[in-house]
């Protein structure tokens, strides 16, 4: 039982433009949602987090919006830049330091 | 500052052969957990260590084992190896309780194929 999904798994975007990066998720009980990114043969790196009594967080080129009735959660990349060309991961908290991880986004930027 | 250091970077084993994976989380985190990443089903919960005790496990049968040293240091040991265990397996550590207060830091993975 996949209880978050990234139903995308790659996405094209050329660059200066707006990348959005789409979760969804199931478990009502998550309370906080994290993005993360990776390049290959490296380990995923934290991007940026929402909590849940929040519906936006803003860190530079980077927004992450929640809308808690709809379950769902997207990350903004304003401008997409080709540095940004990676895997994208929505994760949830399940409690402590347990995270639940959906299957990632590949995003490339074109020039 | 040091990030997650996990060793080796790569390692092939055949099947039924058992094997251990060492991480060094950063310096000051006493909270290390494990993920195991596969094309299929992405990044997967294993457990997560805190002072030396198991916190949380995921769903993955007994052959999957862990444990943490005083110096937070931790390994993760699979028995029996069977050729759907290949995957990459993460090490992650962060300060203390919860994402909210630290966010988990990941090392770059140990690449485990079984044949």
């Known amino acids: 039982d996949q209880q978050v999904k990234q139903n995308s798994p790659s996405l094209s975007v050329q660059e200066g433009r707006i990348s959005i990066l789409n979760c969804d998720y199931t478990n009502s009980m998550f309370d906080y949602f994290l993005w993360y990114k990776k390049y290959p043969a490296e380990g995923p790196t934290f991007l940026i987090s929402?909590?849940?009594?929040?519906d936006k967080n803003e860190d530079g080129r980077f927004t992450v919006f929640l809308n808690k009735s709809a379950k769902h959660l997207s990350l903004h990349i304003v401008p997409s830049q080709p540095g940004d060309s990676a895997v994208y991961f929505c994760?949830?908290?399940?409690?402590?330091?347990?995270?639940?991880f959906g299957q990632g986004t590949r995003l490339t930027i074109n020039p | 500052k040091a990030g997650v250091t996990q060793t080796p970077r790569y390692l092939i084993k055949t099947r039924g052969q058992q094997v251990t994976l060492s991480c060094s989380p950063i310096?000051?985190?006493?909270?290390v957990s494990w993920y195991q990443q596969t094309p299929g089903q992405g990044l997967q919960f294993l457990f997560e260590y805190f002072s030396e005790t198991q916190r949380n496990k995921g769903n993955f049968p007994g052959r999957f084992s862990g444990r943490q040293f005083s110096n937070s240091r931790s390994e993760m040991n699979v028995s029996t190896l069977e050729l759907g265990d290949s995957a990459l397996y993460l090490c992650a550590s962060s300060l203390a309780f919860g994402p909210a207060v630290s966010p988990l830091h990941f090392g770059n993975g140990t690449r485990l194929t079984v044949t």
């Open positions: 994760a949830a908290n399940e409690g402590a330091q347990k995270l639940v």
């Open positions: 310096s000051g985190h006493r909270s």
């Open positions: 929402i909590s849940s009594i929040k």
